[in-house]
């Protein structure tokens, strides 16, 4: 069991930059989650894919955001023109289908700083 | 708009003794609730469940308390000891099953 996985684990970006993070799920994990957590806060919701489709994102997701899970397995979440208010940790998490379905594993996190 | 609300940033206990953490819900909507343990540098941990049919779920040490008319509910660890020292988040889940809402977190702290 090598549990979620999250690539890279820090980024440090300059403002206006395009950053991508890759999510690697438990195997056979049909649902992945992105997340983001600032300081002092818990983690927020941003995206929910369902095998390779994405099935509900975050009303106060930025379209500068964008999310992929191309044939089921990892995901990448993209941001655009990076802002300073960007900077924070995102976290992906997948959970299986069925009775335990509520259940994430969460990875280490990715951590962004936008100068 | 905050729908968990988790009052208490912090937390220190005797080891041994009972950790109470506490979290507050909005939505009388909310039919399932979470509490996950996050240490540094990791990602949060499940730890317990409960589905808002119930009002409480024990697994070993730890027992989650749910009260729907005060939309509150309460995690215990007894005996505390110096590895529950982490930060405990609640979680929500919300009406379409897929979104998550979570508090903000009680840093748990018990002293040996």
């Known amino acids: 069991d090598t549990g979620v996985s999250q690539d890279p684990r820090h980024k440090i970006t300059k403002r206006g930059q395009n950053v991508t993070f890759r999510c690697d799920p438990i195997?056979?994990?049909?649902?992945l989650y992105w997340y983001r957590q600032t300081l002092g806060q818990g983690p927020e919701f941003l995206t929910y894919?369902?095998?390779?489709?994405?099935?509900?994102k975050s009303r106060l997701l930025s379209d500068r955001f964008s999310a992929e899970r191309p044939k089921g397995s990892f995901s990448t979440l993209e941001i655009q023109r990076t802002e300073q208010g960007d900077s924070a940790m995102y976290l992906c998490?997948?959970?299986?289908?069925?009775?335990?379905?509520?259940?994430?594993?969460f990875g280490p996190g990715t951590r962004l700083t936008v100068l | 708009d905050q729908q968990v609300k988790q009052n208490s940033p912090s937390l220190s206990v005797q080891e041994g003794r009972i950790s109470i953490l506490n979290c507050d819900y909005t939505?009388?909507?909310?039919?399932?609730f979470l509490w996950y343990k996050k240490y540094p540098a990791e990602g949060p941990t499940f730890l317990i469940s409960?589905?808002?049919?119930?009002d409480k779920n024990e697994d070993g040490r730890f027992t989650v308390f749910l009260n729907k008319s005060a939309k509150h509910l309460s995690l215990h660890i007894v005996p505390s000891q110096p590895g529950d020292s982490a930060v405990y988040f609640c979680?929500?889940?919300?009406?379409?099953?897929?979104?998550?809402?979570f508090g903000t977190g009680t840093s748990l702290t018990v002293i040996p």
């Open positions: 998490a997948s959970s299986p289908q069925g009775i335990s379905s509520d259940t994430q594993y």
């Open positions: 195997s056979e994990h049909n649902r």
């Open positions: 894919f369902q095998n390779e489709a994405q099935l509900e």
């Open positions: 939505n009388s909507m909310f039919d399932y």
């Open positions: 409960i589905s808002s049919i119930k």
């Open positions: 979680a929500a889940r919300g009406l379409t099953g897929n979104q998550f809402y």
